[in-house]
């Protein structure tokens, strides 16, 4: 029994078209003018049946398979059916479908994009991970590369002829990257000649693709002591002469892969660079800022993946527990003609379904609105605008990364549990996607240096401006619909927790004034309340949206289901902050002082 | 860097002899009168030494290797190392350590057992499966066995040299035993040939023994539908003759391993029944009641496995929270003579450890308080004492089951987390621990079975009876200390949170008289609220011990510890039911109501 999946089609035409109209606004962007609901939708079409029919089959083979090293020639072998499915992927084009045009991009917006990716991820994380990395090298080329060396390497990128990595994490430090040692010497010609150990960078080697563009962090002898002295290298497998043809191989050779939990699909390599050519992007001593374009964008993606597992994991354990005979309902049969009732009669069962359905759509609703914020921080003509969509996307970064993929590890572990015991087993691929999604919670900085950039950087940092910011917007479209009746019951618990986040913060501000690890000690707890007050509104959205539809006489089943999903959502989810909000009044000493107990 | 694993005996002397008073309890039956404090140490150091030594080694490889089928044969390999631990423990002759002296047990105290079994599930779980499932089956055929059976089994399941299991699943039927096919003919001798499948049978086939005495739930000719009409029935490995001496091969065949999550080292066995010869234990259409017996033992010991795992998966944790170097403390370095400082200063990582800490140490004393109670009604002489240890053990057990294993998958990836994506890794073992404690949310009854078994069966099933009598021993033991100013911090949220459940139950309970569904939708809520009653009541009592040794003067650094995690647990821990309780507000039918989602 492999895993189904149908692509989820209704629903994104739902969040971007009717929810959020992300078309019409991406159509006031000159760069999007001519971009349309038609356009769109054909897109999604094509990569649902991309992701289901090419990619789907290729993710159990790949877990049960990884990957395996040729300790000589250090070549990686990605598990069967990986690099026929890429080959397809770069034949179709869908490498470009949000790059520039002038290098040979389709100029679609992000948001697209976006979405083509949660399908991937459904299909299979592990796969994806090899043109998700490329298009953060990409991302981070584009934006700090010289002409020449965008000239050399965004086209292949582009037509993914050429794969990319981010090369940080060293064996002594991951998140710490101030400690780290790699050797960048300059040469005569103005090369580097780059030594040094990377660890855990995915996709690092592989046979997908004849180049691998491996951007790299380093430092120049010069280089002051922490992360101020980092800089930014582009370091190819092979080098790439003037012509753009292939040179010699450049000695950053793949030493070891690791054994993971999960995504056995993707070679997370260990790289040895023993004196490997690489040219400065950017900067010099610039290279962290340089790559954080790409690392926000790659939290996106994470976030991005989780709502991928949490989509494919309801989907199957929906299916099994329409299935299933097992137990009567308290309430008495429900299928008499039955030696049992099917198992999605039982409460705790639909509730672990709703939980991962909520999950799921509210994620894509986040998702998506993120994506148009990308796309307006890029795309918008007036720099006020764009400057706006730059600090709300800021803000709601490390959102959908913790937050996205919190909720993707629960609803991956809640749909297992659907399937009793045969969840546990390999055969039915639930217990594969639990395994992949705890890798989200981890890679492109942990959900705790999440919650710290939340709460330190993005809302504290500001003095609260941001947030305050977020917070008029929900509550200007809230007032836009409190004449609604019906919309009180999404209204009301929204308006409340708005004050409590606001109460909240203000109290932290004050003790971190005291104390800085108040922020520390305050930050996972403040980012699950800021994820549910985002997500909150987003479920009203939804629920408003549909409200209007059965109004307006139109007669699609989507629109109840929505009203049950958030109804679901505001008195069964959103509770989850009653806990947090009680442990931001605890004292801080009681993680603090307890030097006894962790002695 | 495999694991490392230093048995808790200061905090096992702790919980038993200082706070349970365990020993004392224990020589006021008879049967015990002899146990002493000197005793039960010994035994305990042994047992630490033996899990610590010979079977801790076994976990890693276990996992890597799985077991494997010879299907022509129908013969299991275990993984390397794994029969010669096995041998070891039954030369030195654990497996008797608790079993009735009558069949060559040494008579000694469960809780004793269940000390050595928590440390055996830290070494590995997996292997401590064959001896646990080994003495379930020794427990049903010691109650419920004729003296023929019993004498013929019982003495080789006590010294080891037979294993048992417990057949009860079907492909068809997990939970729901009723539907479950496999026949059991009569014959002439007084025996039954049994035909049928069996899946998900845990250490049921493999090299370690030289005989595998299986317990079988089939149905006789004459049986009622349902599961009124089951039987419990001892089916061979190998027939066994008058003399004791092993006959011919019984053809009950493993057929197919499962493949999965975690727990690779232990054997989950298709067994296929052609025409296997069995013996009745118990009444005929009465097994499920004696197969309950080795299913509330079985409870117990589950929650005991996800206690051995968080042991184990905190004791790494802090080790290398201490070690690993990465970024400063908010509040300026802590290690300046540093790069960096220990990522210990953090307060997540504090928050992650100190929460495994408290579900370690709070579990140990749940799961001893358990031991006692099950000794009590196992030797009590008073019928009314043994039968009211037998109420609150029933009460207690959903709970074991339950809150010890959500905890200790929670904990283990927390404690995962700590690691960053060195957790995720094969080589710090940390990964593994997550697989193997993820069964124990689903084996033995899932986790909303025992919320059912709680809410349904113990608190309403009686009118609260069995509930208000635990809550006015809480009352009461609340009461002794209320004159202490240095208990109120923990005695007043007991308090608060006895009278909040008590509230909860009575509205649920005038809910689920209009409709029974009520209680599915509440029971898993319920288990969590009535389980952080349970651990907070342990925790304070653990405070009130560290407290009055403090105030004795004696001098160990244990004291600060415990009532520092006591302090984090009632602030940090405790607050989780606010979550719960607000749900528990929350129409019913925002779960039963939700046909156009759940479509």
Redesign the interface.
């Known amino acids: 029994m492999p895993l189904t999946y149908n692509p989820p089609l209704r629903d994104m035409h739902f969040a971007l078209h009717e929810v959020l109209g992300a078309v019409e606004t991406l159509q006031k962007l000159p760069r999007f003018a001519d971009f349309d609901r038609d356009t769109c939708n054909a897109i999604l079409e094509e990569a649902g049946k991309f992701a289901a029919e090419v990619v789907a089959p290729t993710n159990s083979i790949g877990d049960l398979q990884g990957c395996t090293l040729d300790k000589q020639s250090h070549s990686v072998k990605t598990p069967d059916g990986f690099r026929q499915a890429y080959q397809q992927y770069v034949e179709a084009g869908w490498p470009a479908l949000s790059c520039d045009p002038a290098y040979g991009g389709q100029g679609l917006p992000f948001v697209v994009n976006q979405c083509l990716y949660e399908m991937l991820n459904s299909a299979n994380q592990a796969w994806t991970m090899y043109p998700g990395l490329s298009h953060g090298a990409y991302e981070a080329l584009h934006a700090h590369g010289s002409d020449a060396l965008k000239q050399r390497y965004l086209p292949r990128l582009t037509s993914g002829e050429w794969t990319g990595t981010m090369c940080l994490?060293e064996p002594?430090?991951?998140?710490?990257l101030?400690?780290l040692r790699t050797k960048a010497e300059p040469q005569a010609d103005g090369s580097y000649l780059l030594t040094g150990s990377k660890i855990?960078i995915s996709a690092g080697e592989h046979d997908m693709a004849e180049n691998i563009v491996h951007l790299v962090l380093a430092r120049l002898p010069d280089a002051p002591a922490g992360s101020k002295g980092i800089s930014l290298f582009v370091v190819p497998k092979y080098l790439v002469n003037d012509d753009g043809s292939l040179g010699a191989r450049n000695p950053i050779f793949c030493t070891g892969l690791?054994?993971?939990?999960?995504i056995h699909g993707n070679a997370?390599a260990q790289l040895s660079l023993e004196g490997a050519v690489g040219h400065l992007v950017g900067q010099p001593h610039k290279g962290l800022a340089a790559m954080f374009v790409m690392m926000n964008a790659a939290r996106l993606g994470v976030g991005n993946q989780s709502l991928g597992l949490t989509e494919i994991a309801y989907q199957n354990a929906?299916a099994y527990?329409k299935e299933r005979?097992?137990?009567r309902?308290?309430?008495?049969p429900k299928a008499p003609e039955q030696?049992?009732d099917p198992i999605?009669v039982?409460?705790?069962?639909?509730?672990q379904?709703?939980t991962a359905?909520a999950y799921a759509e509210g994620g894509r609703l986040l998702s998506a609105y993120c994506g148009v914020l990308l796309d307006k921080a890029h795309a918008a003509e007036d720099e006020t605008e764009r400057a706006g969509a730059q600090a709300e996307l800021a803000l709601l970064t490390p959102i959908v990364k913790a937050f996205l993929t919190d909720n993707g590890?629960a609803a991956t572990?809640g749909c297992?549990?659907v399937f009793?015991?045969?969840?546990?087993?390999?055969?039915t691929g639930m217990?594969q996607l639990?395994?992949d999604a705890?890798?989200n919670?981890?890679?492109e900085g942990?959900?705790?240096v999440q919650?710290l950039d939340l709460l330190?950087r993005k809302v504290l940092g500001d003095g609260g401006k941001a947030l305050t910011q977020f917070g008029r917007k929900i509550a200007a479209w809230g007032a836009e619909h409190a004449d609604n009746p019906k919309m009180a019951e999404f209204l009301l618990p929204l308006q409340d927790l708005g004050e409590r986040l606001t109460e909240v913060t203000q109290a932290i501000g004050a003790r971190a004034q005291r104390?800085?690890?108040e922020?520390?000690?305050a930050?996972?707890d403040y980012l699950r309340i800021a994820g549910h007050l985002t997500f909150g509104w987003l479920w009203a959205r939804a629920a408003q949206t549909a409200l209007q539809a059965i109004a307006d006489g139109r007669d699609d089943?989507l629109y109840?289901?929505k009203i049950?999903?958030a109804?679901?959502y505001f008195?069964?989810l959103l509770?989850?902050?009653?806990?947090p909000?009680?442990?931001l009044q605890?004292?801080?000493n009681?993680?603090?002082?307890?030097s006894?107990?962790?002695?």
């Open positions: 994490t002594h430090c991951g998140t710490d101030g400690l855990f690791e054994h993971k939990m999960g997370t929906l527990a005979l097992q137990m309902a308290l309430s008495g030696p049992a999605i039982h409460p705790d069962v639909r509730h379904l709703l359905k590890l572990i297992q549990q009793g015991g045969h969840g546990y087993i390999r055969e217990e639990v395994r705890r890798i919670l981890i890679y942990t959900n705790a919650a330190g104390n800085p690890d922020v520390g000690v930050a996972v089943p109840p289901a049950e999903t109804r679901f008195a069964r509770p989850e902050v009653e806990t909000l009680k442990r605890a004292h801080a009681t993680i603090l002082k307890t006894h107990t962790l002695a």
